[in-house]
C-alpha cells in the first residue's frame, strides 16, 4: 500500500459530502431518534462491506463494464430514494410536533430491523457506491506484493470503519438538532426540515436514475 494518507483524505472527503446516505441518516435522526438512525448507519455499514468485497473479487468490474448492469441498479437504486423520499413526505409525523425522547407508537416510523434495512439497501442499489469502492481501492494496492489480499482487507476495513464514525457523527448530530428544536417549541420548524430532506431523498433518487456509469 502506498499514500496511505491520500487515501483516508480521499475517503474523508466523499464521506463529507452530502449524498443519499447522509440525507437518510439525518431524516431519521430528526424523525424517528438517535436509535434509528444508528441502525440505518449499521445497515450502511454491510452494504459498505458487501461492496469492498465485490470490488476485491472483481465482481464491480462486471457493473462498470455492462451497460445494463449498471442501469438494472442506478433504476433499482434511484426507484427505491424516490420510494422512501415520498413515504417520509406523506407520513404523518412529518406533519406533527414530535415529542422529542418519548418514543410513541406514531414516531416509530419503522422497526430497528426495517431501519437497517433501509441503510442496507439505500448504498447497496446505489451504483456509484459500488463503482467508487472498484475505482478508488485497486490504486492504493501494490499487485506486484505477495499480500494483494490483506492490503484490500485493510484498505476495506479504514472505508467501512471511517464510514461508520462519520455516520455516527451524523446520527449524534441529527437527533441532537431534534431536540434543540423540540425544546425551543419550534414543532413547525422540524416539520419543515423533515419534509425538505424528504425532497431532497426524492432528487437524489431522480439524479440517480439519469446518471451515468461515465459520471
Known amino acids: 500500500m502506498s499514500d496511505l494518507w491520500l487515501y483516508v483524505a480521499a475517503l474523508i472527503t466523499v464521506y463529507s459530502v452530502p449524498g443519499p446516505d447522509m440525507v437518510l441518516i439525518l431524516q431519521s435522526g430528526i424523525s424517528n431518534g438517535r436509535q434509528t438512525a444508528i441502525a440505518v448507519t449499521i445497515g450502511l455499514g454491510i452494504a459498505r462491506t458487501i461492496h469492498v468485497i465485490l470490488a476485491a473479487s472483481g465482481l464491480a468490474l462486471i457493473v462498470k463494464t455492462s451497460p445494463w448492469a449498471y442501469d438494472i441498479i442506478k433504476f433499482l437504486g434511484g426507484g427505491y430514494l424516490i420510494y422512501l423520499g415520498v413515504r417520509m413526505l406523506l407520513d404523518e409525523v412529518a406533519k406533527k410536533e414530535l415529542s422529542f425522547g418519548k418514543v410513541t407508537q406514531k414516531r416509530v416510523d419503522f422497526s430497528l430491523f426495517a431501519s437497517v434495512r433501509k441503510g442496507l439497501l439505500t448504498n447497496l442499489l446505489n ?52 431536540k434543540v428544536v423540540t425544546d425551543s417549541g419550534n414543532g413547525v420548524l422540524l416539520n419543515i426540515q423533515l419534509q425538505l430532506l424528504s425532497i431532497l431523498l426524492i432528487w437524489l433518487g431522480i439524479r440517480t436514475i439519469g446518471a451515468s456509469n461515465t459520471e
Open 127 to 178: 451504483p456509484k457506491a459500488l463503482l467508487f469502492c472498484s475505482i478508488l481501492l485497486p490504486q492504493f494496492v501494490d499487485f506486484s506484493a505477495d499480500n494483494v489480499s490483506a492490503q484490500f482487507f485493510v484498505l476495506g476495513t479504514i472505508l467501512v470503519l471511517l464510514g461508520l464514525a462519520f455516520d455516527l457523527i451524523y446520527s449524534i448530530g441529527s437527533s441532537k438538532l431534534a
